[in-house]
């Protein structure tokens, strides 16, 4: 019997020393009592130089509160996908993406164990993947930049929702991503829209060119003609020729957000170019054709935009081929937790922090605000916050002050509160008041409410959660 513990011990061992990944166990003092050599590999260190030796002894440059082992040994919760980035004792930036588990025995924690996998690694597969599925689908060419060297930063597995209504928008993202047709994004600020369009590009055949993204309200609208479309030599004083936008994206796609402050007769230009593909300098007489795939992106419903005369409808009409309507975040707030926890572990990594909790004070307010912002302010409430904290927990004392001020959490503006907040208290105080002058029958207390029995059942269990 003895002999099976050991040979199953050694066997254990042996498949732990195999993996491709770094494991570091620790038990319930701290002490490491395993360590494989790929983890010992990312630290800079031997096998043996760890194993019996406290985690602090041998890692200086961790504490209690930013090793995320021994966070784990005192909380007993799990820690999944946590970027980290340290120097290991060769001076080497090491950055992994830890998953770190407790051991428990007989629901004590003996100890706890981590698995880091390198994240460098994992990118340069990202980029080999890539490239073999482009020769496959023959687009390999000796030129073709590596993705995120073609002026992008995101794909669609980037894009988190668990809301069903943006969902159907990436999947309808992906078929547009099909075809070479104009793509209109309607979105409110800070929804994401330059996030979805880059998707699109990196998901279609034209992700080995170039994708060049211009807001038209960032620049004077009398360069814009010329930014677009390139000038010609002696057009103006001083004028030279130079390329524009649609040269450089030739084969690739051109974003154009903000479309709506584009001047009404460069509206009518791009339209021109859409038609016919092909674009005129400013000051030639001759024309160059194009195969640049034109993506827009507005922050005010298009048809409104007509109606105040800064979109033209002919060219909205030739754009209009795929529209894509991104919903505000109050619109979607089963994201708003999956979001809070993405943004707390981007801010963790950067800022060298082991934020693990949210207090539900600070849930409960994420989820009552409007966020007019969008995705961009929840972000930017987030940075905010881990800027401030010091321990492992996110609470209203780090939360940016207008969030407080704009929700009654910390009392309510005028006496008024939300209104989600009224329609709930007035409808528990009624299901109780029903249910008291029922002595608790539910199906006189549903006849009473003039609702279904099953209905009434779903509210008080929701009551008493």
Not at 15 to 40: P, Q, R
Not at 114 to 132: M, N, R, T, V
Not at 231 to 247: C, H, I, M, N
Request: proline letters at 4%; one cysteine or more.
């Amino acid at each position: 019997m003895l002999m099976d513990i050991t040979n199953t011990r050694e066997m254990l061992q042996a498949i732990l020393s195999s993996i491709d990944e770094g494991i570091h166990v620790i038990n319930s003092e701290g002490i490491t009592v395993f360590y494989n050599d790929i983890a010992a590999s990312h630290d800079g260190v031997l096998v043996e130089d760890i194993l019996g030796q406290h985690l602090l002894e041998v890692f200086p440059s961790f504490s209690k509160e930013t090793s995320t082992l021994l966070k784990v040994l005192e909380t007993g919760e799990p820690i999944y996908n946590q970027h980290q980035r340290y120097p290991n004792v060769k001076g080497q930036l090491i950055v992994t993406v830890n998953t770190t588990l407790p051991i428990k025995v007989d629901g004590k924690i003996v100890g706890a164990v981590e698995i880091a996998k390198d994240f460098s690694k994992i990118q340069q597969l990202s980029w080999k993947l890539l490239d073999l599925e482009a020769r496959v689908k023959g687009n390999d060419t000796n030129e073709k930049p590596r993705e995120y060297e073609n002026g992008t930063n995101f794909r669609m597995t980037d894009i988190l929702t668990q809301d069903e209504q943006f969902q159907k928008v990436k999947k309808m993202a992906l078929i547009a991503a099909e075809s070479s047709s104009p793509v209109l994004v309607y979105g409110e600020t800070g929804t994401g829209k330059e996030l979805l369009v880059q998707s699109i590009h990196n998901a279609s055949d034209r992700r080995s060119r170039s994708f060049i993204a211009q807001n038209c309200a960032a620049i004077p609208s009398s360069l814009l003609e010329s930014i677009l479309f390139g000038t010609a030599k002696g057009s103006y004083t001083g004028a030279v020729d130079r390329p524009g936008l649609f040269e450089l994206a030739d084969g690739g796609t051109l974003f154009l957000d903000e479309l709506n402050s584009m001047p009404l007769e460069t509206q009518a230009k791009l339209l021109r170019v859409l038609q016919n593909g092909k674009i005129r300098r400013v000051g030639s007489t001759s024309e160059k054709s194009v195969n640049v795939r034109v993506i827009v992106a507005m922050n005010e419903d298009p048809k409104s935009c007509i109606e105040k005369e800064t979109l033209r409808k002919d060219l909205y009409y030739r754009l209009n081929v795929i529209y894509l309507k991104i919903p505000p975040l109050r619109d979607r707030r089963k994201d708003i937790p999956l979001l809070t926890d993405h943004f707390i572990q981007r801010y963790n990594f950067k800022f060298g922090k082991l934020v693990t909790r949210v207090s539900d004070e600070v849930k409960h307010l994420f989820q009552e605000y409007e966020w007019p912002g969008n995705v961009r302010e929840l972000e930017h409430a987030i940075e905010s916050a881990l800027n401030l904290i010091t321990d492992d927990t996110l609470t209203l004392d780090h939360i940016p002050v207008h969030l407080l001020e704009a929700s009654d959490i910390t009392g309510e503006i005028g006496g008024i509160p939300s209104l989600r907040e009224a329609i709930s208290e007035t409808e528990e105080m009624w299901v109780n008041k029903a249910m008291a002058a029922t002595n608790g029958n539910i199906q006189q207390a549903a006849k009473l409410l003039k609702i279904p029995r099953q209905t009434l059942q779903y509210k008080l269990s929701k009551l008493n959660e």
